[in-house]
């Protein structure tokens, strides 16, 4: 049974939902009403995330996706707002006093403790992308190169914690946790990796100035010698005499190039040298576009969007040259921008490979001859 559908997620949040209305209505207890709305969000959430991973797992390709950033996030934001009010164990409360008569009040209950792991998830993800370990990011099916976009995403996150928190003056204590490591990355990933970068631009300039300096004294250096040289040169010549010029006959230079003579039919012209042109060679493609091993008919979708493939559908496919598994032709090209490995195998791809348009297959030709045939 597959559970990744849209109808096991809602069967879980009407069970949920009508549990937490039912006993609102019946016991009038908003605290315990929330904590069970809580829960269902958490469920619905976590068994999306890990069933999405495990599909990503099972593609052999890498989490840089926005739901997955996405997913931690919702039940943060949630547990956030509960947490002060929920019904629950309460482990320790920090409470600060402010001018004015207002303060700040943190939790740190059993919610809180629920909350830990989709902090640490986002943390190491965020991470990926600032490291350059996760060198794009899949935003509606189309990949995005660079770390803006993880930026604009984390500090959105932080900045509705901390509207949040400047209105009622409470935040949960890992929800404070997860705004101080966004400030720890900044200070990494930006601040002291731009310093490092412009103080290594610094040294290379203050070197290449140096040896260019020194290049510029050794060659003014020797153009004195060589000039010093020249001159003595035509001081000692000055002094020398001058032999006077022999002159010859125009009838001895006449006897002289007339003793030359060509026999008939020989060609004196130089011999053209041979040029050997080099021929070019590819190499074989394997012309079975069945992939390898044993797939099954359910794994026969893009190895980029995870998408079944439609005979109505106008655009082409184009198969890895390694594990020979599909994927739509302009996803596949999106995504050879980024990264030259395979999405599937993690094998290389050449250039060559990916610009010969021999190598597109019609989609309704592959359902035809491959998938329908599994």
Known sequence: ???NNIKTYLAIAIVGFTVGILYAAIEKDVPRTLTIFFITLYTVLAL???LERRHYKKHKTILASTQFLMLPFLVMLMGNYISPIAFTYRIFDIEIDLSGGSSIYSPFNLISISLILPVVILSIYFGNHYSGKWPAIAVNRKVRKGRKIPFLIHTLYVAIFLVGFFINWQI???CFLFVVFYVIYIFRYFIIAFAVRSNQQVRVTTTTARSTTGRSTRSSATT???TASSSSRSRSGSTRTTRPATTRTAASRTSRSSSVRVDPGIDI???????TKKTSTTKTVSKSIFPIGTPKKDEMKCIICYMDFDKKEKRRIILCPNCRYPAHEDEFISWFKTSKLCARCNQSISARYVSNPKYRI???IYIEKVIEKL
């Open 362 to 364: 019609n989609i309704k």
């Open 48 to 50: 999306r995330f890990i």
């Open 269 to 275: 012209r130089p011999a053209r040298s041979k040029t």
């Open 1 to 3: 049974m597959e559970l």
């Open 172 to 174: 949960d204590f890992v």
């Open 224 to 226: 004195r010698r060589t």
